[in-house]
């Protein structure tokens, strides 16, 4: 897969610009956002955690039903349930979405938040637990009859799941953190490594260092880039960046009446939101169109730089992070439904043709 494109799929209709309306579990909403973002021509949707979400097995099990082929990417924290038993609703969930599941590794990078659910270790431990964790998942996915486990953290004898993923005893595994501690548990374990939406310099720089941390593990040239963005589209530059600025007016308004917003504290903890802030502080324009009004507006909190322009213009964006080794662009806006229909019509197609077109001129040139 040269190109791939995920969503973001939610039970609740919400955004920064959008405050909570409707049952936090509204069952025909998500099934509107999955079946949209599979018409738009979407590889996944994330399904995301927080020690206050929604159930996320749930809630991937339900995409799964109301859709054909769309991909579901699971956000999971390890230490909540044991590894062995992860390792297993993950292949029992691989099997009833028919080898459409992907799990995002997220370690935590806020103390309070990880203590909303009682986990207490520091941020470097976390880490280690994260870096056994997922040696066991992927033992019990592959071993080939009962093993024994006895790690600093866990311990079990005998375990043999009886069930396996769908596709060579293996889920596809993307990953989250910034850290020096999360980027050794990257080099190691990621399929995927995911960042968010930095300067086109940033992003090289983490590249380079995640892939010299995977060469420790001979897996340099095996591990793949996703990239986080929020694109804003209009018919012309002057458009979208009036579309900008209306989309900052309103998010700065509801973010004032969002409970959730107004608990957060006021600096983050994780090292990848603070890099997002040193972005936004370069101004509220970086590399000619990442927009950072959103991420200064909310302390960089999630996925929260945007691309703005018209679609050519995000399209060319886009291939130039692709350039220096992005293959995966997680993408979301602001209206959940409408903006990722746009996407799929003005967006998508844009970018694969012109992805495809570079790589059969590189094949050319190499013939």
């Given at each position: 897969?040269?190109?791939?494109?995920?969503?973001?799929?939610?039970?609740?209709?919400?955004?920064?610009?959008?405050?909570?309306?409707g049952?936090?579990?509204?069952?025909?909403f998500?099934?509107?956002?999955?079946?949209?973002?599979e018409?738009a021509?979407?590889d996944?949707?994330?399904?995301?955690?927080?020690s206050?979400?929604?159930d996320?097995?749930?809630?991937a099990?339900y995409?799964a039903?109301q859709?054909?082929?769309?991909?579901?990417?699971l956000?999971?924290?390890p230490?909540?349930?044991?590894?062995?038993?992860?390792?297993?609703?993950?292949?029992?969930?691989?099997?009833?979405?028919?080898g459409?599941?992907?799990?995002?590794?997220i370690?935590?990078?806020?103390?309070?938040?990880?203590?909303?659910?009682?986990?207490?270790l520091?941020?470097d431990?976390?880490?280690?637990?994260t870096?056994?964790?997922?040696?066991?998942?992927?033992?019990t996915?592959?071993?080939?009859?009962?093993f024994?486990?006895?790690?600093?953290?866990?311990?079990?004898?005998?375990?043999?799941?009886g069930?396996?993923?769908?596709?060579?005893?293996h889920?596809?595994?993307y990953?989250g953190?910034s850290?020096d501690?999360?980027?050794?548990?990257?080099?190691k374990?990621?399929?995927?490594?995911?960042?968010?939406?930095e300067?086109?310099?940033?992003v090289?720089?983490?590249i380079?260092?995640?892939?010299t941390?995977?060469?420790?593990?001979?897996?340099?040239?095996?591990i793949?880039f996703?990239?986080?963005?929020?694109?804003?589209?209009?018919?012309?530059e002057?458009?979208?960046w009036?579309?900008?600025?209306a989309?900052?007016?309103?998010?700065?308004e509801?973010?004032?009446?969002?409970v959730?917003?107004?608990?957060r504290?006021?600096?983050?903890?994780?090292?990848?939101?603070?890099?997002?802030?040193?972005?936004a502080?370069?101004?509220?324009v970086?590399?000619?169109?990442?927009w950072?009004?959103?991420?200064?507006?909310?302390?960089?909190?999630g996925n929260s730089?945007?691309?703005?322009?018209?679609?050519?213009q995000?399209?060319d964006?886009?291939?130039?992070?692709?350039?220096?080794?992005?293959?995966?662009?997680?993408?979301?806006?602001?209206?959940?439904?409408?903006d990722?229909l746009?996407?799929?019509?003005e967006?998508?197609?844009?970018?694969?043709?012109?992805?495809?077109?570079?790589?059969?001129?590189?094949?050319?040139?190499a013939?």
């Open positions: 897969m040269s190109i791939e494109f995920i969503g973001f799929s939610a039970t609740q209709e919400t955004s920064e610009t959008v405050l909570p309306q049952p936090v579990v509204n069952k025909a998500l099934g509107a956002v999955a079946r949209a973002h018409y021509g979407f996944r949707v994330l399904v995301a955690h927080s206050a979400s929604v996320g097995f749930q809630v099990s995409i039903s859709t054909d082929k769309l991909g579901i990417l956000a999971h924290r230490g909540f349930v044991a590894p062995t038993l992860a390792a297993r609703q993950f292949a029992t969930l691989d099997h009833f979405s028919d459409r599941l992907a799990v995002h590794i370690s935590g990078g806020d103390d309070t938040e990880q203590q909303r659910d009682g986990d207490f520091d941020h431990q976390r880490y280690q637990r870096d056994e964790y997922l040696d066991v998942v992927k033992k996915w592959t071993s080939e009859g009962p024994d486990h006895d790690g600093p953290l866990y311990h079990f004898k005998g375990q043999n799941a069930v396996r993923p769908v596709r060579d005893q889920i596809p595994t990953f953190g850290s501690a999360a980027i050794e548990v990257a080099g374990h990621a399929d995927v490594y995911a960042l968010w939406g300067s086109l310099a940033q090289a720089d983490t380079a260092r995640v892939r941390a995977a060469a420790k593990h001979g897996r340099a040239d095996k793949r996703s990239l986080s963005l929020r694109p804003v589209l209009a018919e012309t002057e458009k979208a009036a579309k900008a600025d989309i900052l007016a309103t998010a700065t509801r973010v004032k009446q969002n959730h917003f107004s608990k504290p006021t600096e983050p903890q994780n090292v990848g939101a603070k890099r997002l802030l040193e972005t502080a370069q101004g509220k970086v590399d000619e169109r990442l950072t009004g959103i991420a200064a507006l909310t302390k960089a909190s730089t945007g691309l703005v322009g018209t679609p050519e995000v399209r964006a886009l291939v130039k992070y692709w350039e220096i080794g992005v293959t995966t662009f997680l993408i979301r806006g602001f209206d959940p439904i409408q990722a746009q996407y799929g019509r967006l998508i197609p844009l970018v694969r043709a012109a992805i495809a077109e570079r790589e059969a001129q590189d094949k050319r040139l013939a």
